[in-house]
């Protein structure tokens, strides 16, 4: 009997520890494209694209006199079954990107955290059609970005 409940332990255990992710890139395709954002006075785009079945990287920037300003580059990639928003902004960090792991997903929001990182702390993107309501938040502040689909 004990062999009995041995073996069906480490078969349980087997299947357990062979799962795959929950969560993978493919489930973030709606991300995928390029949207606007104005804020204040300036109109911010975000484009992301389908680099590999692990990684979307995308930018964030403006245009001013005709040229493009880069304000971040991302990378959202999966590293050992689980998910990262990895954001590396040129005059902080070092231009080193940050890690926010993602912590909760349905099939139109994700959200991404870093309790560690000084602002933001959380990163959230909730699909609304072809458009993104997005925002940061950390230390009592929130700032949002409504982003609409252009291609």
């Not at 255990?13 to 006075?41: E, F, H, N």
């Not at 920037?61 to 580059?73: A, I, K, P, Q, S």
């Not at 990107?97 to 959200?111: G, M, Q, R, Y």
Request: proline residues 4%; aromatic residues 12%; hydrophobic residues 35%.
């Amino acid at each position: 009997m004990k062999r009995i409940i041995l073996f069906y332990t480490i078969c349980f255990l087997a299947i357990a520890c062979s799962k795959k992710p929950t969560v993978t890139i493919a489930d973030l395709d709606w991300i995928i494209g390029t949207r606007s954002s104005q804020q204040d006075q300036m109109l911010i785009y975000e484009s992301w694209s389908k680099t590999s079945d692990e990684l979307l990287t995308g930018k964030s920037y403006y245009t001013e006199n005709g040229d493009t300003m880069l304000l971040e580059t991302i990378e959202i990639k999966q590293i050992d079954g689980e998910i990262f928003y990895c954001p590396a902004v040129s005059n902080q960090n070092e231009g080193k990107a940050i890690e926010f792991k993602l912590t909760s997903k349905s099939p139109n929001e994700l959200v991404f955290e870093n309790p560690e990182h000084d602002f933001p702390k959380k990163i959230v993107y909730i699909q609304e059609g072809n458009n993104i309501n997005a925002w940061i938040e950390g230390d009592g502040k929130k700032i949002p970005f409504f982003m609409t689909k252009i291609n």
